[in-house]
Nanobody, 116 residues
Framework: QVQLVESGGGFVRPGGSLKLSCTASGNIFRIGTMGWYRQAPGRQRESVATISGTGSTNYADSVKGRFTISRDNAKNMYLQMNSLKSEDTAVYYC???????????WGRGTQVTVSS
């Protein structure tokens, strides 16, 4: 019911910054919490940050103080990533949880590579 498309991934040097965007389409009025996950090769998928429909946020300990999740409406969500480290290298996925019926949607992912 909801389609998600990430953008903004790319290559960045350690200490640099990058901003990811996620655009939702479809039945966006049923979107509640949105968030970002990431997965690096050989690593478990990890929740990076979430933001509720009322603006409450949560962050993984590994990104606290460096990443900021935000949304300007149900359609667009962002992840500002500062002070990037090589350990942040991963495919980043946008997710959206649906209210009044449940379910969730995932984007296809965008690659973030942090390297010298």
């Amino acid at each position: 019911q909801v389609q998600l498309v990430e953008s903004g991934g790319g290559f960045v040097r350690p200490g640099g910054s990058l901003k990811l965007s996620c655009t939702a389409s479809g039945n966006i009025f049923r979107i509640g919490t949105m968030g970002w996950y990431r997965q690096a090769p050989g690593r478990q998928r990890e929740s990076v940050a979430t933001i509720s429909g009322t603006g409450s946020t949560n962050y993984a300990d590994s990104v606290k103080g460096r990443f900021t999740i935000s949304r300007d409406n149900a359609k667009n969500m962002y992840l500002q990533m500062n002070s990037l480290k090589s350990e942040d290298t991963a495919v980043y996925y946008c997710t959206a949880n649906m209210i009044l019926g449940g379910g969730s949607s995932w984007g296809r992912g965008t690659q973030v590579t942090v390297s010298s």
